[in-house]
């Protein structure tokens, strides 16, 4: 028997995403959000005329939100308008003079890579190919599975493959770049990419080198209307499919009912035990009420950890403390916003700093013995160079992005200087480094909005493990099968989505984690992502497919799973919060 309600914990763009698939699946669905607003990560702040989105700014892997969007019956140019960035992003060098303006197609980074280095063009084709190959392998047989079965990857193409994946997974990207060029700007704008993924190129699988392709041969979009404008397109195509969204909402406790027997399970597998099941949620309101809300499936977008070792009694946590023990957390994140009087064409839509000593950078963010890197490493980001709508006319709109360790000691940040000192300190320094880096000599003084955001902000606002700005590293053990499960093993009808689960960090990994949501409940165990239009049960009378009954599902209320809950009492009550 199919579920027929749904709760979604969680109102960032995974959470939103989810709801809309299972909405379009026939579910009647909710979700809960804990911030007045959604968006979670990839939020919006909007002051004196500036609009700054507070997370995720690189458009990368076009084709994966468009898949999406054609699963919802539109499509990408439908929904946003989407434009190409030439230069794709500029980087500049610790003493190095010059900038080195990365293009925006591939031809451009071909001529770029012989100017930096001879014979380099060549050898950059070469490796563009290669991580076109992998990249394909990865979205065919890894991105889009659940690791439910691994019958689907014993195919000819992988098991082909087989040697050389592997000396991918064990070689560091940093080596394997090293391997193939010379030139220190070009190995450090190949290693970068290993950020995205929450990790550092000399402990990221050289496999990751795929990325390279995303931004050297397919270039880098940018969405008009800020990366919130994605958050509300999700939102509305949700809506639309008849989601309710309740904001304000703080869920403090997945429900489970008690196994419907003692003895061996039935069906299927006859040795096999039945487990809880969850059976909705307890969450607090806006005004402070306690709430509870029924449902048959509970699928929780927000951070693993938090979902495992706050919301569920610890025998029943997949993923209990000792576990996370072991996991190696992405980096944390200084963030500042910053309103600017005049123009800033010394800065690109994207413009990346890369220190000297590149290696003990990233050993200070993620090694054993963690310090914040002074000068560091940093990203900014200047939306308003090709979205009018960022900042008012005559001014600039910077987000500056700095990679520290994943430690909420840090402090938190605040606006107009009002965070901890630490954190306003770092601040300070950032502000005089960029000035000096890019030569704005008056950048501080022309400053007029700042606000600044820090690892114990990420603990705060969005229950981030060890406040880490992405959530686990891609690093081998924590990459493809060894990241993990989607769905527990202790709690029946408990699924989870997200960057700390598979596949992984970033938006186009969020959106194929809702995805593979509704492959888990279908008993979809295929590596290849779904069909586009999806054959929607909700639509022209499917049937629903026979994965999930097949499994041994049985939505709470059915009449197997009648049994008194024996973590709260069953009955739900009126939902609280404000409907966003």
């Given at each position: 028997?199919?579920?027929?309600?749904?709760?979604?914990?969680?109102?960032?763009?995974?959470?939103?995403?989810?709801?809309?698939?299972?909405?379009?699946?026939?579910?009647?669905?909710?979700?809960?959000?804990?911030?007045?607003?959604?968006?979670?990560?990839?939020?919006?702040?909007?002051?004196?005329?500036?609009?700054?989105?507070?997370?995720?700014?690189?458009?990368?892997?076009?084709?994966?939100?468009?898949?999406?969007?054609?699963?919802?019956?539109?499509?990408?140019?439908?929904?946003?308008?989407?434009?190409?960035?030439?230069?794709?992003?500029?980087?500049?060098?610790?003493?190095?003079?010059?900038?080195?303006?990365?293009?925006?197609?591939?031809?451009?980074?071909?001529?770029?890579?012989?100017?930096?280095?001879?014979?380099?063009?060549?050898?950059?084709?070469?490796?563009?190919?290669?991580?076109?190959?992998?990249?394909?392998?990865?979205?065919?047989?890894?991105?889009?599975?659940?690791?439910?079965?691994?019958?689907?990857?014993?195919?000819?193409?992988?098991?082909?493959?087989?040697?050389?994946?592997?000396?991918?997974?064990?070689?560091?990207?940093?080596?394997?770049?090293?391997?193939?060029?010379?030139?220190?700007?070009?190995?450090?704008?190949?290693?970068?990419?290993?950020?995205?993924?929450?990790?550092?190129?000399?402990?990221?699988?050289s496999m990751y080198h795929l990325m390279s392709r995303l931004d050297l041969a397919d270039?880098?979009?940018?969405?008009?209307?800020?990366?919130?404008?994605?958050?509300?397109?999700?939102?509305?195509?949700?809506?639309?499919?008849?989601?309710?969204?309740?904001?304000?909402?703080?869920?403090?406790?997945?429900?489970?009912?008690?196994?419907?027997?003692?003895?061996?399970?039935?069906?299927?597998?006859?040795?096999?035990?039945?487990?809880?099941?969850a059976v909705g949620v307890d969450y607090r309101d806006a005004e402070g009420t306690q709430?509870?809300?029924?449902?048959?499936?509970?699928?929780?977008?927000?951070?693993?950890?938090?979902?495992?070792?706050?919301?569920?009694?610890?025998?029943?946590?997949?993923?209990?403390?000792?576990?996370?023990?072991?996991?190696?957390?992405?980096?944390?994140?200084?963030?500042?916003?910053?309103?600017?009087?005049?123009?800033?064409?010394?800065?690109?839509?994207?413009?990346?700093?890369?220190?000297?000593?590149?290696?003990?950078?990233?050993e200070k963010i993620f090694g054993t013995d963690t310090s914040v890197p002074d000068p560091?490493?940093?990203?900014?980001?200047?939306?308003?160079?090709?979205?009018?709508?960022?900042?008012?006319?005559?001014?600039?709109?910077?987000?500056?992005?700095?990679?520290?360790?994943?430690?909420?000691?840090?402090?938190?940040?605040?606006?107009?200087?009002?965070?901890?000192?630490?954190?306003?300190?770092?601040?300070?320094?950032?502000?005089?480094?960029?000035?000096?880096?890019?030569?704005?000599?008056?950048?501080?003084?022309?400053?007029?909005?700042?606000?600044?955001?820090?690892?114990?902000?990420?603990?705060?606002?969005?229950?981030?493990?060890?406040?880490?700005?992405?959530?686990?590293?891609?690093?081998?053990?924590?990459?493809?099968?060894?990241?993990?499960?989607?769905?527990?093993?202790?709690?029946?009808?408990?699924?989870?989505?997200?960057?700390?689960?598979?596949?992984?960090?970033?938006?186009?990994?969020?959106?194929?984690?809702?995805?593979?949501?509704?492959?888990?409940?279908?008993?979809?165990?295929?590596?290849?992502?779904?069909?586009?239009?999806?054959?929607?049960?909700?639509?022209?009378?499917?049937?629903?497919?026979?994965?999930?009954?097949?499994?041994?599902?049985?939505?709470?209320?059915?009449?197997?799973?009648?049994?008194?809950?024996?973590?709260?009492?069953?009955?739900?009550?009126?939902?609280?919060?404000?409907?966003?």
């Amino acid at each position: 028997m199919r579920p027929r309600t749904a709760v979604v914990i969680g109102g960032g763009i995974t959470g939103l995403a989810t709801a809309a698939l299972l909405a379009r699946e026939g579910l009647e669905v909710t979700v809960l959000e804990k911030q007045p607003e959604t968006g979670g990560r990839a939020g919006s702040w909007e002051t004196g005329g500036f609009r700054f989105d507070t997370g995720p700014s690189w458009y990368l892997m076009p084709e994966v939100f468009d898949h999406f969007f054609r699963l919802l019956g539109t499509s990408a140019a439908e929904q946003l308008e989407l434009v190409r960035l030439d230069p794709g992003y500029r980087v500049l060098f610790e003493d190095v003079p010059g900038a080195v303006d990365v293009a925006g197609t591939r031809e451009g980074n071909v001529a770029l890579f012989e100017s930096l280095e001879p014979g380099a063009g060549a050898r950059l084709e070469e490796y563009l190919e290669s991580a076109e190959e992998v990249y394909g392998m990865a979205r065919k047989r890894f991105l889009y599975s659940t690791f439910a079965s691994f019958l689907p990857l014993l195919r000819p193409d992988v098991l082909r493959s087989g040697p050389r994946l592997a000396r991918l997974l064990l070689e560091p990207l940093s080596s394997f770049v090293a391997r193939r060029f010379t030139d220190p700007r070009i190995r450090q704008i190949l290693g970068y990419p290993a950020v995205f993924l929450g990790s550092s190129p000399f402990t990221t699988p050289s496999m990751y080198h795929l990325m390279s392709r995303l931004d050297l041969a397919d270039g880098v979009l940018y969405p008009l209307g800020g990366f919130h404008r994605i958050v509300s397109v999700i939102s509305d195509l949700a809506r639309a499919e008849g989601t309710r969204v309740i904001t304000g909402a703080e869920v403090t406790r997945i429900r489970t009912s008690a196994p419907s027997g003692s003895g061996p399970g039935r069906g299927r597998n006859p040795f096999r035990r039945r487990r809880p099941r969850a059976v909705g949620v307890d969450y607090r309101d806006a005004e402070g009420t306690q709430m509870s809300l029924d449902a048959d499936l509970v699928v929780s977008a927000a951070d693993l950890h938090h979902t495992e070792t706050v919301l569920l009694p610890e025998r029943l946590q997949t993923y209990p403390e000792s576990y996370w023990e072991h996991r190696v957390p992405g980096p944390g994140g200084l963030l500042l916003h910053l309103g600017v009087q005049g123009k800033l064409p010394q800065l690109e839509h994207h413009t990346l700093l890369f220190t000297r000593d590149w290696e003990a950078n990233f050993e200070k963010i993620f090694g054993t013995d963690t310090s914040v890197p002074d000068p560091a490493s940093l990203y900014v980001c200047r939306p308003s160079a090709t979205d009018p709508g960022a900042a008012p006319d005559g001014h600039e709109n910077l987000f500056v992005l700095v990679p520290v360790p994943s430690d909420p000691s840090l402090g938190a940040g605040g606006i107009d200087g009002a965070g901890d000192p630490q954190i306003e300190k770092m601040a300070d320094a950032v502000i005089a480094q960029l000035s000096s880096w890019a030569g704005i000599p008056d950048l501080a003084e022309r400053i007029i909005i700042r606000r600044t955001v820090g690892p114990q902000d990420f603990v705060t606002d969005l229950n981030s493990w060890r406040g880490t700005l992405l959530g686990p590293a891609h690093i081998l053990k924590q990459s493809a099968f060894f990241r993990g499960t989607n769905a527990s093993r202790k709690v029946e009808g408990l699924l989870y989505a997200g960057g700390s689960t598979l596949p992984g960090i970033g938006l186009p990994m969020c959106l194929i984690s809702a995805e593979l949501v509704l492959k888990r409940l279908r008993g979809d165990t295929g590596t290849e992502a779904l069909p586009e239009p999806a054959p929607w049960s909700a639509q022209g009378g499917a049937s629903w497919p026979a994965g999930p009954a097949s499994s041994g599902w049985q939505p709470a209320g059915s009449p197997s799973a009648g049994m008194p809950s024996d973590e709260t009492s069953s009955a739900g009550s009126p939902s609280g919060g404000t409907e966003a």
